[in-house]
């Protein structure tokens, strides 16, 4: 094997200086990482365990040490190999340790951030390297088209550019995949000012002054500047650091944010920012990029997957996953715990637990049928044997749930008298996952996980959905896109005579010349009944976006 771009020699004598200096103390630990480190580098090709302990050993020193010198040298050993064909060879270890990855996207994040040249070198590898196959990277590809293209529209125009999304759902990899068509498109590393305020380094930083002070020191003398803030909801009154770099004649910078809460556009944010800002709302795979993940056996049919993708869900992390009850479980509630703490609890008046996760599963159990604040009390106010739960405080937690984006609302709409009604909503659950992880996996409520699956994906398609009243029935959706409307219905089968009687009624009721659809996992040579579709579910989903 021959030397690195970074000219590194791969002499143990070479490496042991760096370490030597930056941990003194820890001289026979680091005798036993430069030993298998010397092992990654030049013995072809790098069997597992000498890269599962490498891995270990290398988070054990950066857990401690947050150092460049400690982040170049980590840049010069994988450097030193083909890591794109390591990383291919090891996938199904990398699977199986999302925590590793995560790490050594933090030591990029750092890496990057560093004055030196080299270092940042290093943090272009990781970049290119770790991200393709990190656990939230197995998709990073597949996402980019619609999402990249979205921000780059943007590009050089004076809004800030606002990506919000349930958390884990790929908006730290779609910011850092745009930082990376920067440097292609000839952007200088040095133009680019990249903050995660979810890592260490930046733990201090949760001040609105002192953030502003960061990135206005950081900014180059009249050249163009591109920020790009992830989990900016960290800082306290960060719009206001944000306004003022954006109005300042002085300086010119192009501004794009992340952030897991809807509270980042609060009405007293968004009349600050107002008019200088678009927001871009990231949602979790939908089936046909999850199918583009590849990570499910090449013999199970598409059928089979769905069944997968509805059991597991759809945030990017699970395809990168073991696909075992027990690990992907794990990490969903996890997520789940995170939004919870982070997300809920963190930017709620009332801090009860207990309370909040009934709410959440008086929803999940009531998916598909309507909710309001005073239904859900008087559930739970009957379950907790006439203590009183106020509606106030349940519409403030169904409230927060939303803003967290771990649950959405969808409003009725009266067909007849075109007009969107105040009360009664349904909602849906962000991923199916987390609803499996919380609620156990059953098949007896699977109509109800399809619609949650076409709602998400006529919102991906960019519908704003209702659910459609019209007289005494209803449509399950009605989808509005500019002068467009659709209906759709969705059922697991039509094959009994009463369901489709059932679902066809409102939809043969009302007459207009708009689509009428109902889905369904049926597969019939009978494709519609009176100007009426019947389609696939899956077809549906694996169609190209209208």
Not at 125 to 142: A, K, L, M, P, V
Not at 145 to 152: D, G, T
Not at 344 to 364: G, H, Q, W
Not at 512 to 541: A, P
Request: hydrophobic fraction near 40%; charge should be negative.
């Amino acid at each position: 094997m021959g030397k690195s771009p970074l000219n590194y020699t791969g002499n143990k004598a070479c490496i042991a200086p760096y370490l030597l200096d930056i941990m003194p103390t820890h001289a026979g630990y680091i005798e036993a990482f430069c030993g298998s480190a010397e092992l990654l580098l030049w013995k072809e090709p790098c069997p597992r365990e000498i890269l599962n302990d490498y891995n270990s050993d290398l988070m054990n020193f950066w857990r401690v040490v947050r150092s460049d010198r400690l982040a170049l040298l980590v840049g010069k050993i994988f450097l030193s190999v083909n890591g794109e064909e390591l990383f291919r060879e090891n996938r199904e270890l990398l699977r199986g340790r999302p925590n590793i990855l995560d790490d050594c996207r933090e030591l990029a994040e750092h890496a990057r951030a560093a004055t030196d040249e080299e270092v940042r070198a290093a943090a272009a590898f990781f970049e290119t390297q770790f991200y393709s196959f990190s656990s939230t990277g197995t998709s990073y590809g597949i996402r980019g088209k619609q999402y990249l293209e979205r921000l780059w529209a943007f590009k050089d125009n004076a809004l800030i550019k606002v990506i919000t999304g349930l958390r884990r759902c790929g908006k730290s990899t779609m910011l850092e995949m745009f930082h990376q068509a920067l440097l292609q498109d000839g952007v200088a590393a040095y133009h680019v000012i990249a903050i995660t305020f979810e890592l260490m380094e930046y733990d201090d930083i949760r001040d609105y002054r002192t953030f502003y002070r960061l990135v206005r020191d950081r900014i180059p003398d009249g050249e163009k500047c591109y920020l790009l803030f992830d989990e900016i909801q960290q800082v306290t009154h960060w719009e206001k650091a944000v306004n003022s770099l954006c109005v300042e004649k002085d300086i010119d910078v192009d501004i794009y944010i992340t952030g897991s809460n809807a509270h980042l556009l609060s009405s007293e944010i968004s009349t600050l920012l107002s008019g200088r800002y678009v927001e871009i709302q990231m949602l979790p795979l939908s089936f046909r990029e999850y199918l583009q993940a590849d990570h499910l056996p090449a013999d199970w049919s598409v059928d089979q997957k769905f069944q997968q993708y509805l059991k597991y869900g759809s945030l990017p992390a699970v395809t990168s996953l073991r696909q075992e009850n027990a690990i992907v479980n794990e990490f969903l509630l996890g997520v789940y715990n995170t939004v919870i703490v982070k997300d809920v609890l963190a930017r709620s008046k009332n801090k009860d637990v207990t309370l909040l996760e009934k709410i959440l599963r008086y929803v999940i159990s009531n998916t598909g049928s309507m909710i309001s604040a005073n239904k859900v009390s008087g559930f739970l106010t009957a379950q907790q044997k006439g203590e009183g739960v106020k509606s106030s405080t349940i519409a403030s937690y169904l409230d927060t749930l939303e803003k967290a984006f771990i649950i959405y609302q969808v409003p009725r709409y009266d067909i007849k008298g075109k007009e969107q009604l105040k009360t009664l909503s349904k909602y849906y659950v962000a991923d199916t996952g987390i609803r499996n992880a919380l609620m156990g996996y059953s098949d007896n409520d699977i109509g109800h996980v399809l619609e949650t699956v076409v709602y998400f994906e006529l919102r991906r398609r960019g519908y704003q959905v209702y659910i459609g009243k019209w007289y005494n029935t209803e449509v399950d959706f009605l989808a509005v896109r500019q002068d467009t409307k659709k209906y759709y219905q969705v059922t697991l089968s039509m094959m009994d005579e009463t369901v489709r009687t059932r679902e066809l009624a409102p939809l043969l009721a009302i007459h207009d010349n708009y689509e009428k659809v109902v889905l369904s996992m049926d597969r019939s040579y009978v494709t519609d009944h009176e100007g009426v579709r019947f389609l696939n579910i899956i077809d549906f989903l694996l169609a190209e976006q209208d």
